[in-house]
């Protein structure tokens, strides 16, 4: 070949080779690389490239094999699982059951978790072979949502993981996965890059190599986009999203509703909580331990100005813990009616008709205009009567405050998983580190009654009994106790160059597996 010819060669191979490589701004990344250090979706989103579990949810959160090829329940405390014998680490190693015994026992203990997968994993009791290709999972009592609880919870290799500590995760000493994609590197605060794993048993990514880079601005990432320095982006502000949708000759997007809740938690358990306080600034009786002023400050919340202004219509008011439709969700859960007056009666009968002064927290790079919603917030309840201050964190710095407590009223969000029951059982099923349940309760709700039905409904294998269960526990937490404060129901958007297609997922995670090539 020619000098000139083989110039050319590679003058023709460029796009090509181009575009074997994905580049994505997402708005962060992992908080780590230990696919078990935290029950976050970013984090597991992540962690779903390089690791698998046993079965997972499709971009509708409907399960469908990964390392397992089924799940089936022998009886009501024994789940049987058939392993898939294509499904190897990236060392060539089989999946056994010791691998699976091991990630079961590891996945609820790793030190310094602040969202544990102990919820995940404390249901079972044993695992155990029955040949080298099936394993059977005994648990504690029925627990119907297990295969859904493990869906979230990534196999390691024993081989690899034990012995292994978060650190080595980070540093990709442990990270031997069966997953789409091999680690290649990863600092905090810079990109994640990943290459095709070719020897994966299942459907092969489009991309050759995957390159995730942290843009935790907004603006940002759609200048990224404009500038064709990515190819997709994560979580696109309103305004854009619509801007980018006219633009069709350069621009694609997608788009799906979201099961993820925005709500607000409210320090019901303290006599003293950190930022509550009267309006000279002296020490009170925390009142926000009353239902009656929780519930006042749902009332003066109009969740129809925070979607239609704030969001852009890019939202769902939320009265229920689930979106309409959701297995366990109520059609009379509506959202409640933005009532000043009636909220102005509720505190004046709960002996704060002068109010008090509270600071409203949250994060200002986690959800979409998560800080103008803080803000918007505040004001409404200023109009209430209420001396109201914000302070927002950084997702890193308000995950770490949040799971510390630190907070007397928070803007947080959660995804159930994949019933309502799974917000319940999180959020606002009393904190019991022993049962695994309210390990995100940061509100330290507490009502005895309300967990007895909890815990009925999640042994409960019936899908009416449970669902009915579920309803009767979810009205008297929100409509009774004001156990938190639902506010809407988030859209999920991504936008990209032409050329390039994302399949849209209600649980929120950007995965380079869901990324494609447009047909021609």
């Known amino acids: 070949m020619t000098l000139r010819a083989a110039l050319l060669a590679l003058v023709l191979a460029g796009p090509a080779l181009a575009q074997d490589n994905l580049r994505i701004g997402v ?52 789940w049987e699982v058939t392993l898939d014998p294509r499904a190897r680490f990236h060392d060539g190693a089989p999946v ?15 030190p310094n978790s602040p969202s544990s997968f102990r919820y995940a994993t404390r249901p079972i009791a044993a695992v155990e072979a029955v040949d080298a290709t099936t394993i059977r999972l005994r648990t504690h009592q029925p627990t119907p949502l297990l295969p859904n609880f493990l869906a979230l919870v990534m196999i390691v290799s024993r081989k690899h993981g034990e012995g292994a500590t978060t650190a080595d995760y980070n540093a990709g000493r442990a990270m031997i996965g069966t997953g789409p994609f091999r680690h290649v590197s990863w600092q905090p605060g ?84 950190p930022f509550v306080r009267g309006k000279d600034g ?68 709960a002996g704060w008709a002068q109010g008090f002064a509270v600071q409203v927290n949250g994060p200002n790079d ?13 004001q409404m309840w200023t109009r209430l009567g209420l001396a109201t201050t914000v302070e927002t964190r950084t997702r890193a710095v308000w995950l770490s405050e949040a799971a510390q407590l630190r907070y007397s009223v928070n803007l947080a969000g959660f995804s159930p998983n994949p019933e309502l029951l799974g917000m319940l059982e999180t959020q606002i099923h009393s904190w019991n580190p022993q049962l695994g349940l309210g390990t995100a309760n940061r509100g330290r709700f507490s009502n005895a009654e309300i967990d007895a039905l909890i815990q009925r ?10 669902r009915a269960l579920t309803q009767q526990a979810t009205r008297m937490a929100l409509r009774d106790q004001t156990a938190l404060i639902p506010l809407y129901f988030q859209v999920n ?24 090539r447009a047909s021609r």
Do not use: C
């Open 457 to 466: 409904a999640r042994t409960t294998i019936d899908d009416d009994q449970r």
């Open 282 to 349: 002296s020490r009170i009786a925390n009142p926000l331990r009353d239902a009656r002023v929780r519930r006042a400050l749902s009332l003066a919340i109009n969740r129809e100005a925070l979607v239609s202004r704030v969001l852009q219509g890019q939202a769902l008011a939320a009265g229920d813990l689930g979106p309409p439709g959701y297995f366990g969700t109520s059609p009379d859960m509506t959202p409640p009616p933005f009532d000043l007056e009636q909220a102005r009666r509720l505190l004046a009968e």
């Open 190 to 273: 810079s990109p994640v890059v990943m290459e095709r794993n070719p020897a994966f048993h299942g459907a092969a990514p489009a991309f050759a190599r995957v390159e995730f880079r942290p843009i935790a601005n907004a603006g940002a990432r759609v200048a990224a986009l404009q500038a064709g320095d990515v190819d997709l982006i994560e979580i696109v502000p309103p305004d854009h999203f619509a801007r980018f949708r006219q633009d069709a000759a350069r621009f694609t997007v997608a788009e799906s509703p979201s099961n993820r809740l925005l709500f607000l938690t409210l320090d019901s358990d303290r006599e003293d909580s």
């Open 493 to 516: 958007t991504w936008a990209m160059r032409r050329g390039f297609t994302y399949e849209a997922r209600t649980d929120e995670m950007t995965l380079a597996s869901s990324a494609g």
């Open 366 to 378: 986690r959800f979409v205009n998560d800080e103008q919603v803080v803000q918007a917030i505040a």
């Open 96 to 110: 056994t059951a010791e691998d699976i015994a091991f990630t079961i026992a590891r996945a609820g203990d790793v």
């Open 27 to 78: 708005e962060a990344g992992p908080t780590s690389l230990d696919p078990h250090f935290a029950s976050l979706i970013t984090n597991i989103a992540f962690g779903r490239h390089v690791f698998q579990p046993l079965m997972e949810q499709d971009h509708k959160q409907d399960l469908r094999p990964a390392i397992a090829t089924r799940m089936r329940v022998v009886d009501e405390t024994t």
